[in-house]
């Protein structure tokens, strides 16, 4: 079974300032997608980034990019500029299209979550 | 607007009371999801459904039941509530496999 580990519970960072947040993920498989969600206090999902496998370019979006390491299965998130609308929790996921059978169902496997503070 | 509905969005049962969430999505999706999500533990998958008429066991099925009798819903009843499933409750639709999700926007649920 995959299993997606973030291992900062919390972080914080200067407005304005970069930050990054870590994420590795374990599998056995080739195919397969990434993602980095936001989470503010409203409690609403938020998809930040999606990474394809099969691409070594890092997806960015705006001030937000990532460092896929697929040997390492490493899946790291980076916020430059950093604003007061980014505090939140920030989840890693996994995403294969197949299960063992070959019948997609696609779950969604989360880390546990990285608490962002932003100091103005 | 489009996307996913999810009712009521706060909720606090009695121990062995029974309650039913509903999650619509007008996206025309064929596969849904119901994640649980507590405190160091991110989210859960409950159930799942890969079209009309289909449902399957996520990790952590246990005392939930589901049905999607048509596409855009997909609903997960609590037969007889326990303090253990107190928790924030996501519904979620995908059109394909290799997208993220769309959420709804939670169902805090307490039961005392």
């Known amino acids: 079974a995959q299993t997606v580990t973030q291992s900062q519970p919390e972080m914080s960072v200067q407005e304005a300032e970069t930050v990054t947040l870590s994420c590795t993920y374990d599998?056995?498989?080739?195919?397969?997608?990434l993602f980095w969600y936001k989470q503010p206090p409203s409690r609403q999902m938020i998809l930040v980034i999606r990474?394809?496998?099969?691409?070594?370019q890092n997806a960015t979006e705006n001030r937000f990019s990532v460092n896929f390491q697929k040997a390492a299965k490493s899946f790291s998130l980076k916020i430059s500029d950093s604003q007061l609308g980014d505090a939140a929790m920030y989840f890693c996921?996994?995403?294969?299209?197949?299960?063992?059978?070959?019948?997609?169902?696609?779950?969604?496997?989360f880390g546990q979550g990285t608490i962002l503070t932003v100091h103005p | 607007n489009a996307g996913v509905t999810q009712t009521p969005k706060f909720r606090v049962l009695k121990t062995g009371q029974s309650m039913t969430l509903l999650c619509a999505q007008d996206m025309n999706h064929e596969y849904m999801y119901w994640y649980r999500q507590d405190p160091g533990m991110g989210l859960r998958l409950i159930h799942y459904s890969v079209g009309e008429g289909t449902t399957a066991k996520g990790e952590v099925p246990d005392g939930y039941n589901v049905s999607r009798l048509k596409k855009q819903n997909f609903l997960l009843g609590l037969e007889s509530a326990a303090p253990s499933q107190t928790s924030v409750y996501f519904c979620?639709?995908?059109?394909?496999?290799?997208?993220?999700?769309?959420f709804g926007s939670g169902t805090r649920l307490t039961v005392v």
């Open positions: 599998t056995s498989e080739s195919d397969y997608y």
């Open positions: 979620a639709s995908s059109y394909g496999t290799r997208d993220g999700y769309t």
């Open positions: 990474q394809e496998a099969y691409k070594q």
């Open positions: 996921a996994y995403r294969s299209p197949l299960n063992a059978g070959g019948t997609s169902y696609g779950k969604l496997t």
